[in-house]
């Protein structure tokens, strides 16, 4: 059986090279409005109510410099995945309490708990990507980090 990539349940990944943002409200707000303009039919103010509502159960901040705020809607007709990059860091109340640099918003139907989940272990596996920070902080452009991204996902078994 072969396993589960990010592409096969993405078609494109969609990044913002030069992500900046005072606070963890602010970082969402702007996630929410980026990504809204990407999808049809879901508003800036959904996502980023979404976005919080989960934040309120635990932050995703997971620690290291990376983030993974993910919500569900039922008006989403496809997974939506983007990564952002922040090379002077967002203050995300993260579990280590440093600043996230690295941020892979994931946003899903309400009917795709299983795509949802898989997508959302492969980013954290991809996080963990030995060279992964490094490749990406130090990435010249949003092509050369959608590269990277799916080169690396492409070599985790």
Do not use: C, W
Not at 38 to 64: F, Q, V
Not at 90 to 98: E, L, S, T
Not at 127 to 150: C, N, T, W, Y
């Amino acid at each position: 059986m072969k396993p589960t990539k990010i592409r096969d349940f993405v078609g494109a990944i969609a990044v913002v090279f030069d992500f900046s943002a005072a606070t963890k409200q602010e970082a969402l707000e702007k996630l929410g409005t980026r990504s809204s303009l990407l999808i049809p039919g879901l508003r800036a103010d959904e996502i980023t109510r979404g976005l919080l509502d989960r934040e309120r159960l635990g932050s995703t901040g997971i620690g290291d410099g990376k983030a993974i705020p993910h919500a569900k809607f039922p008006d989403l007709a496809h997974i939506f995945l983007l990564f952002a990059r922040s090379k002077e860091g967002v203050p995300f109340d993260a579990v280590d309490h440093r600043p996230v640099h690295a941020f892979f918003l994931l946003l899903a139907p309400d009917n795709s708990s299983s795509d949802y989940l898989k997508v959302l272990a492969r980013v954290s596996r991809l996080l963990k990507h030995p060279g992964f920070m490094e490749k990406v902080l130090a990435a010249e452009d949003e092509s050369q980090i959608e590269r990277l991204i799916i080169q690396i996902d492409e070599s985790i078994p």
